[in-house]
């Protein structure tokens, strides 16, 4: 089953408004990888962190990998309505294991 | 575009049937990972195969098995189908580097049974 909490599991903002969610485990994660699912399709990832404290940007996207290797937060800056959709983070303990994923924070930007 | 293919994209059929998932992971990804996605659900792990060769299991249930070929490609199979069996079934392939996985899904099959 899933053992990672994300929050909050949904959000509804304005446009133009910050956006930041978030990822814990009770156990310890080597890898974290965020990824944004519109319906039907599949997930595509976003962001990959690797090593503990690291914080990756990709674009207006912004995620950290927790020093305690238990979590992890992303956030959106300057919303645009394209990112709406569902962003689940994932966690993998050791290369080449399985993902475990989070509940998924749905996302609603009003134009 | 991912690099993970998926076929078919979308499936109807009946209960108690069969049905074979194809997927092909992207060019020199030895890992296959299946996860299968339920209506506003996340993603649950159903199995990993490397190279050929099962890796882990996780709730996949007796009636579903799966495969890697020596060309890389994975098959899912369900079958004596049940409509809870509905849902999206997601590949993923995964690609190690020096520092770490990368793992890109497919676009998923759908299938519904009624």
């Known amino acids: 089953g899933q053992q990672l909490n994300q929050s909050p599991q ?3 903002i304005q446009e133009g408004e910050d956006v930041s969610m978030n990822c814990t485990s009770s156990s310890i994660f080597n890898t974290w990888l965020w990824y944004k699912q519109d319906p039907g399709e599949g997930p595509v990832l976003l962001i990959a962190l690797y090593k503990a404290g690291e914080l990756t940007s990709n674009g207006r996207l912004t995620a950290q990998f ?10 959106i800056s300057a919303s645009i309505p394209s990112d709406v959709g569902i962003y689940f983070c994932a ?11 989070g509940e998924g924070t749905q996302l609603t930007v009003n134009p | 575009d991912s ?7 979308h499936l109807i059929t009946a209960t108690g049937q069969r049905v074979t ?4 992971p992207r060019s020199g990804d030895l890992s296959v990972y299946w996860y299968q996605q339920s209506l506003d659900q996340g993603l649950q792990f159903l199995i990993q ?7 882990a299991k996780g709730n996949i ?18 079958s004596s189908l049940e ?12 690609v190690a580097r020096s520092t770490g996985n990368t793992i890109y899904f497919g676009e998923g099959s759908w299938l519904t049974v009624v």
Do not use: W
Not at chain 2, 21 to 24: A, F, G, N, P, V
Not at chain 2, 83 to 94: E, I, M, R, T
């Open chain 2, 3 to 9: 690099g993970v293919t998926q076929t078919p994209k």
């Open chain 1, 66 to 75: 927790g020093i305690t290797r238990k979590d992890s937060f992303l956030n």
């Open chain 1, 10 to 12: 949904s959000m509804f």
């Open chain 2, 61 to 78: 249930l007796e009636r579903f098995s799966a495969q890697q070929f020596p060309d890389l490609h994975s098959e899912l199979n369900l």
């Open chain 1, 91 to 101: 966690g993998q303990r050791t290369s080449g294991s399985r993902l475990t994923f």
């Open chain 2, 21 to 24: 998932l194809r997927c092909s």
């Open chain 2, 49 to 55: 195969y490397y190279n050929g060769e099962e890796r």
């Open chain 2, 83 to 94: 409509l809870g069996d509905s849902a999206l079934y997601f590949c993923a392939s995964s």
